[in-house]
């Protein structure tokens, strides 16, 4: 008979380790462009500042409308 354990170690989760709040730091100066030969690791990192930038625009946007209205 298999056990089955729920408990894992999470210390080497590489998110665990990560800072929550990065997404809100200033943008980085990497090179956010995908070239030939980049690791998966590097392509999803570029990724994650892209989809950042988005969502930090998207919510400035929102921001910007919420305010217009509420000072009407």
């Known amino acids: 008979m298999e056990t089955l354990?729920?408990?894992?170690?999470?210390?080497?989760?590489?998110?665990?380790k990560k800072n929550i709040l990065s997404a809100f730091k200033d943008p980085s100066e990497k090179d956010l462009n995908i070239h030939q030969g980049m690791s998966v690791k590097e392509i999803s990192e570029i990724f994650t500042e892209k989809i950042i930038a988005v969502v930090k625009e998207q919510f400035e946007a929102t921001k910007a409308q919420f305010e217009a209205k509420k000072s009407k």
Do not use: L, R, T, V
């Open 5 to 16: 354990s729920f408990s894992k170690n999470f210390a080497n989760n590489s998110y665990s």
